[in-house]
C-alpha cells in the first residue's frame, strides 16, 4: 500500500486527508493518505522518507513550504519562481517539489467565469500563499496588482520576486477590480478586516482564500455592497487534484459529494 502525507503545524484543520482518501477509494487505489504534525528540524527525515520509497508523496502546508525547499532535489518552474512547494514526489529518484497552489487558484477563477485579463487587482496579506497567486495572477495578464500587509516589510520583500506589484499602506483602500483575502483574519467567525469598502462601487470580485467558514465577514461585506464572492473552497480542491494527477497519474472528479465533504 502506497503512503501520502500532509504535514505542517498546525495540521488538525487539514481537510486534505478527506480530500484524497475520498478519490482514493473511488479510483480503486491501494494507498492511504494521514496528516502529521511536525516541527521544522523533523522535515528532513520525511524528504528521506521519500528517497527510501516508504512515503510516495507528500503535500505541504503552513509554515513549510518554503522550509521544506533546502531538502529537494528539484524544483518546478513554479516552485523556483514563487519559492513555495505544496506537492512533493520522487522522480527519476531525485526528490522533486512542485507547487500546485497556482493551478488551484488559476483553475478556481476560471471556474468562476470572472475574466480578469486587464483588471486591477488588491492582494490583503502577504503570507506563505501569496506568491502563488501572484504569479497565477501574472499568468492571466491583469494589468495592476496592488499589496497591503499589516506588516509591510513582509510585502516589501515579495517586490524582490515580483517586480511589477505596487506596495500600498494597511488600511489603505484604492480602486480595484477584484480584492483578495489572503490573509488569515477570518479563519475566526468574529475577525474583521479593518478596511472601509463601503465606497466600493458593485459588481466587483471579492475572493477570499478561506473557506472554513465557508463565509467570512469579508466575504459578507463584499455581497452586501452587491459584488461577486467566491471562498477559498475550489482553489483547495483544485491544488489537491493537481497533486493527485502528479501521484497516481489521473484526474480526479470534483462532483457534488466533495463540495458536501468538505462542508462538514
Ligand atoms: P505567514 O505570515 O507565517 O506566512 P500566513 O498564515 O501565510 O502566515 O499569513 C498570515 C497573513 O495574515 C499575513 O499577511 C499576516 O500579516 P503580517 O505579515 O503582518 O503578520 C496576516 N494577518 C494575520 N493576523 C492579522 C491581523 N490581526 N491583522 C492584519 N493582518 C493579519
Known amino acids: 500500500m502506497k503512503k501520502f502525507i500532509v504535514i505542517g503545524n498546525p495540521i488538525e484543520h487539514s481537510l486534505s486527508p478527506l480530500l484524497h482518501n475520498y478519490w482514493i477509494k473511488k479510483n480503486n487505489i491501494d494507498a492511504i493518505y494521514d496528516k502529521q504534525k511536525l516541527n ?6 520525511y524528504i528521506l522518507q521519500i528517497k527510501e ?20 532535489d528539484e524544483l518546478s518552474i513554479e516552485a523556483e519562481s514563487t519559492q513555495s512547494v505544496n506537492t512533493i514526489y520522487l522522480r527519476n529518484n531525485k526528490v522533486m517539489g512542485h507547487n500546485t497552489d497556482i493551478f488551484g487558484f488559476e483553475m478556481s477563477i476560471q471556474k468562476s467565469k470572472y475574466n480578469l485579463k486587464d483588471k486591477e ?3 490583503l496579506g502577504a503570507g506563505g500563499v501569496v506568491p502563488s497567486i501572484i504569479f497565477a495572477l501574472n499568468k492571466m495578464k491583469i494589468s495592476k496588482i496592488k499589496i497591503s500587509n499589516r506588516t509591510k516589510d513582509k510585502a516589501e520583500n515579495l517586490k524582490t520576486i515580483f517586480k511589477n ?25 468574529e ?12 459588481n466587483k470580485f471579492f475572493y477570499d482564500v478561506i473557506y472554513n467558514p465557508i463565509e467570512t465577514n469579508f466575504l459578507k461585506i463584499g455581497k ?9 473552497k475550489s482553489m483547495f480542491i483544485y491544488q489537491a487534484l493537481s497533486a493527485f494527477n502528479i501521484w497516481h497519474g489521473l484526474k480526479p472528479d470534483v462532483d457534488e459529494n466533495i463540495i458536501k465533504l468538505l462542508d462538514q
Open 165 to 189: 506589484i505596487e506596495i500600498i499602506e494597511w488600511g489603505e483602500a484604492p480602486n480595484f477590480d477584484m480584492i483578495i483575502n489572503a490573509t488569515s483574519l477570518g479563519l475566526k467567525k
Open 224 to 232: 452586501s455592497l452587491g459584488n461577486i464572492t467566491l471562498n477559498g
Open 53 to 72: 520509497k516508504k512515503i510516495s508523496g507528500i503535500n505541504v502546508t503552513v509554515p513549510f513550504k518554503k522550509a521544506i525547499i533546502p531538502f529537494l
Open 121 to 123: 487587482v488588491l492582494i
Open 191 to 202: 475577525d474583521k478586516i479593518d478596511l472601509d469598502l463601503s465606497s466600493t462601487s458593485k
Open 40 to 45: 521544522e528540524d523533523e522535515l528532513e527525515q
